[in-house]
């Protein structure tokens, strides 16, 4: 809570809104919290939260699949997106804490109906893991983690397009398709959500595409068409990239 | 009822308003001006302008995905099917629209694309008599008039411009056309407060492929305001610095218009206002006979039950809700789609929407430097603008070209062709980042006698009562219309002549999927008219059946038009306040004979 009052808090911003801040020193503005200072932890030093051993092996491997390190940018492994999906898991939206979740659960509705299994984002990933490290125990005898990348990709590709059976792997009414969009909206959410959350290692990924983070201030760059703007990004906690 | 667990009894207020959004933040100026002892009840948190001081917005996880400013369905569900047959289910999360919850209501995380409804728009059905051969609108189409004209709403539209600072460029004064602004707009009084905002790239190739096919592009009407603003209440807005994190966010620069930003602070100070939060009012309650509501009953912070008696209630929490209400009331005959009577939950009704991403190799759009309003539209489509008759439909869109957001968990579009992840997918979206630009279109959704909102028989909220009831599904005659602007949109896309590019459009035969966002302009289902069988409210928006119940929200409208509701809906407020303090209060009872 502030304890500034809000009239004075407005005039405030009343006053730097019309002095126009270069985007340049905004983040002067910005309370510089203990994180900024502090070096996000290594992957391999992170214990996870709510994921165990296997279920990490396999959520490191599916990242590493999905968003792999190349000459184009960071992969999700360099960026810390696995770190991301752990404390996501282990916070409220893994326990589904907005989430309408009384019964009945009719899951034989149509999809375009959306999401209606009686799983939280935690049962979710437990199922879906548990699912997918059987069919890889029935159809390659090794962990996904495992295998080589081509045939995590065949895997993945056939998730995506609902083509494993997961009623044979006894995990119905999970399927494979909505796993994998879940697995893959966090992937992308670890990976270009603020640092503050555990992926984004370094802002890596708003660098790679060009997007400014927190600085929010455009004003003058509104009228100067194509031209490509010139300043890296700022984070919630004050880093510069 | 609450008879089973002791109820709290308050002191009496001389008017209650449940729901402090931008309708009971109206209200709460109108009726405490008049005198009287108002209290505002408000189901979610208290929300200042404190609460988004910068850098907190701009957090698109914690607000853009997982849409922290929200009504929470483990609160409040709707449960959605297609058709009378269907078993409805519920909207787990939020995907297709997304109301608010807290003061300030949707008004906080609104976009703030401001319009005014056409004179035509008010009176639909009439010029569809009209103007239309008979026969021509299907049998189930049950469009009707407002009941209010544009020439009686434009001193509202007016004044609520002026509390909003509304930046834009006016297309007719007095009747007067002004080059530049909307041409196909009714006339104003006055311009716009404030000048346009000023636009990025993407506004202007808009500009210019439309001025080329002999279409009249004009500047979004903004909430996002273009200068310093004083409005009538005393209150001040900065200029919008185009932080990026505007829709779906709270304002990080007091630069949005919102209930916060434009009158709390303001109403905050009258001695005979007060509100309270956390309190959500679960029934409006009845006398004996039904006629009267003594008050309202709601479910406090701490779980107490409270009754608040009250001389006059005012509906005012959003449509969805406000509809929900009057069914657990008992306000009003429920809508019966088989039997075709009753009027609470008729004319249900949505937004006709569609897309068109295009791809650009070489040209630099920075979708970072972004607002919600900032946008070029034109209106050369709309209900009265062409013949829609000789394309087989009533109705028309906007098409707009906007540069709202580039935050990039939501906004990395990728062409059509484009692997959907790996390698490809990362290299799809570094090059296209920055490259690419869209248009969409917003328009009409005709009513129609299966699109209706009801109680849910099998899903109940964490009080115990029914969820609300959504039945809603596409129509020909809406579809034909957006394949029209499909085409329009296509000719657009070919002036600009991009290397590619990905359209969303609704085709035959496709059904109301509820999985994607697609509006929060849920309208109708209890909508004002001048004729009780067919409609819930009266022309002031005083329900027929209960007097000194009056309902505030975009449930009014009786189909909803292309353009955004907002504008309408605080003018049908003041329209509202303007008939409760000059007739209601001298005479309390019914405004119009039934
Ligand atoms: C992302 C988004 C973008 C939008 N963009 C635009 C736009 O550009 N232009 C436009 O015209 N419109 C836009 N809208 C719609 C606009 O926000 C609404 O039309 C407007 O806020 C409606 O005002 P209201 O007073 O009816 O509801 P609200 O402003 O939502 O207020 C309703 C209040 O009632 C409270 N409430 C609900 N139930 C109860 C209960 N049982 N007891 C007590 N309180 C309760 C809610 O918590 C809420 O605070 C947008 C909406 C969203 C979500
Ligand atoms: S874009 Fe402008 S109006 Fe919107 S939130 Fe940012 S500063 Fe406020």
């Known amino acids: 809570m502030s304890s500034m009052p809000d009239d004075e808090q407005r005039r405030d911003f009343m006053r730097r809104s019309l002095t126009l801040i270069p985007a340049v020193s905004l983040g002067s503005g910005v309370t510089l919290t203990a994180s900024a200072a502090e070096e996000p932890p290594a992957l391999a030093d992170y214990q996870p939260s709510f994921f165990n051993t296997d279920e990490w092996q396999f959520i490191l491997a599916a990242c590493d699949q999905l968003i792999p390190s190349d000459e184009h940018g960071p992969g999700a492994l360099e960026t810390n997106v696995p770190i991301f999906i752990d404390k996501e898991l282990y916070g409220p939206f893994g326990h589904a804490d907005r989430w309408y979740m009384q019964g009945p659960f009719i899951t034989d509705g149509d999809p375009e109906l959306g999401y209606q299994l009686p799983y939280t984002p935690r049962e979710l990933y437990r199922h879906g893991i548990a699912a997918v490290e059987r069919y890889c125990q029935q159809e390659h005898d090794k962990a996904f983690s495992a295998l080589d990348a081509a045939t995590r990709d065949d895997i993945l590709g056939r998730l995506e397009q609902d083509k494993i059976d997961f009623a044979a792997l006894d995990a119905a009414p999970l399927t494979a398709g909505v796993f994998f969009s879940f697995l893959w909206q966090n992937i992308r959410e670890g990976y270009f959500a603020d640092p503050i959350y555990g992926g984004n290692k370094h802002m890596g990924a708003w660098k790679m595409i060009g997007f400014t983070g927190a600085r929010a201030n455009f004003r003058e760059w509104v009228e100067q068409h194509n031209v490509p703007y010139p300043l890296g990004p700022v984070s919630l906690s004050g880093e510069r990239g | ?594």
């Open chain 2, 1 to 594: 009822m609450a008879s089973n667990s002791t109820v709290i009894r308050k002191e009496p207020v001389d008017a209650v308003i449940v729901g402090l959004g931008w309708t009971g933040s109206i209200m709460g100026m109108e009726l405490t001006d008049a005198g009287l002892n108002v209290l505002a009840l408000e189901r979610g948190n208290d929300r200042t302008n404190a609460d988004f001081t910068y850098p907190k917005p701009a957090d698109e996880l914690a607000y853009g995905v997982r849409m922290e400013m929200m009504q929470r369905p483990s609160q409040a569900a709707i449960t959605i099917r297609r058709n009378l047959n269907e078993t409805a289910l519920p909207n787990r999360y939020l995907t297709s629209f997304l109301p608010g919850d807290g003061v300030g209501g949707a008004g906080v995380h609104w976009t703030g694309v401001l319009y005014r409804a056409t004179p035509v728009e008010l009176k639909l059905k009439s010029f569809a008599d009209e103007h239309f051969d008979k026969g021509f609108l299907p049998d189930d189409m049950t469009i009707q008039d407002y009941g209010v004209s544009y020439e009686e709403l434009e001193p509202h539209y007016d004044f609520f411009e002026k509390v909003c600072g509304i930046s834009g460029q006016a297309g007719n004064i007095n009747g007067q056309l002004i080059e530049g602004g909307n041409p196909f707009e009714g006339p104003r009084a006055n311009p716009y407060p404030l000048p346009p905002l000023p636009g990025t790239y993407n506004n202007a190739l808009f500009a210019q492929a439309t001025k080329n096919l002999g279409w009249h592009p004009y500047p979004y009407p903004s909430a996002n305001v273009s200068q310093a603003w004083k409005n009538p209440y005393g209150m001040q807005l900065g200029p919008c610095n185009f932080c990026g994190f505007c829709s779906k966010y709270g304002c990080l620069n007091y630069s949005k218009s919102s209930p916060q930003t434009c009158i709390l602070d303001a109403l905050k100070r009258r001695e005979n206002f007060a509100y309270r939060t956390n309190c959500e009012v679960t029934r409006v309650e009845l006398d004996s006979d039904g006629k009267k509501a003594t008050g309202v009953t709601y479910i406090d912070g701490d779980g107490n039950r409270v009754f608040q008696p009250a001389e006059l209630v005012i509906v005012a929490s959003y449509a969805l809700n406000n509809v929900r209400l009057l069914l657990l009331s008992g306000i009003g005959k429920p809508y019966d789609p088989v039997a075709n009577t009753g009027v609470v939950g008729r004319n249900y009704s949505y937004q006709m929407t569609g897309s068109i991403d295009m791809f650009f190799d070489d040209i630099e759009f920075n979708p970072f430097v972004a607002a919600g309003a900032n946008g070029q539209v034109i209106d050369d489509f709309s209900p009265d603008t062409f013949d829609s008759a000789r394309h087989g439909f009533i109705g028309g869109s906007y098409i707009y070209t906007a540069q709202g957001s580039g935050a990039p968990i939501s906004n990395t579009p990728t062409p059509g062709d484009a692997p959907k992840w790996g390698s490809g997918w990362k290299k799809a979206v570094k090059d296209n980042y920055g490259h690419s630009m869209s248009m969409g279109t917003t328009g009409t959704n005709m009513a129609y006698r299966d699109c209706y909102l009801s109680l849910d028989p099998n899903y109940r909220d964490p009080n115990g009562d029914p969820l609300l009831r959504m039945t809603l599904d596409w129509h020909d005659n809406d579809i034909r219309m957006t394949r029209f602007m499909r085409e329009r949109m296509l000719e657009i896309v070919r002036e600009l002549n991009p290397r590619s590019h990905v359209e969303g459009f609704k085709n035959f035969g496709d059904h109301y999927d509820t999985r994607h966002y697609q509006s929060t302009h849920n309208v109708g289902g209890a909508i004002m008219g001048t004729d009780p069988s067919t409609s819930a409210l009266n022309r002031y928006l005083q329900s027929w059946d209960v007097h000194n119940v009056f309902v505030m929200g975009a449930n009014a409208f009786p189909q909803n038009m292309q353009h955004n509701p907002t504008g309408t809906v605080a003018a049908l407020t003041y329209w509202s306040a303007k008939a409760i303090r000059e007739q209601y209060l001298k005479n309390p009872g019914p405004l119009m004979s039934a």
